[in-house]
């Protein structure tokens, strides 16, 4: 079992940075790939970006543009994502999520991967 919480969201302005940070609790953080996901008010959730058990592999959205970084601690049993140059579509409440634990190399880009679920935090960004 592992618990999720998701931290650092808020509000920016366009072109404004934030980093967000998923807290895991629960045994062996370290055999699971994590994902951060979003939702948008209206739209369906969608795949972010992805990192696997170890940090050594990560998948991004195409609507990143590398503007995004993901990574890990898996000694504080931290994810974050760093989010650079923030556009008015990249609003939403975002999500990270925890697979199903087995060292994947690669950790799935679908939701229906993911076994866990943080509760979410809000990112606003303003024109």
């Known amino acids: 079992q592992v618990q999720l919480v998701e931290s650092g969201g808020g509000l920016v302005q366009a072109g404004g940075s934030l980093r967000l940070a998923c807290a895991a609790s629960g045994r062996a953080f370290n055999s699971y790939g994590m994902g951060w996901f979003r939702q948008a008010p209206g739209r369906e959730r969608e795949f972010v970006a992805v990192?696997?058990?170890?940090?050594?592999?990560?998948v991004y959205a195409d609507f990143v543009e590398g503007r995004f970084t993901v990574s890990r601690d898996n000694a504080k049993n931290l994810v974050y994502l760093q989010m650079n140059s923030l556009k008015p579509e990249d609003t939403a409440v975002y999500y990270c999520?925890?697979?199903?634990?087995?060292?994947?190399?690669?950790?799935?880009?679908?939701?229906?991967?993911?076994?866990?679920w943080g509760q979410g935090t809000q990112v606003t960004v303003s024109s």
């Open positions: 990192i696997s058990w170890s940090g050594g592999n990560t």
């Open positions: 999520a925890a697979d199903s634990g087995q060292y994947y190399y690669s950790p799935p880009l679908a939701e229906r991967g993911y076994h866990y």
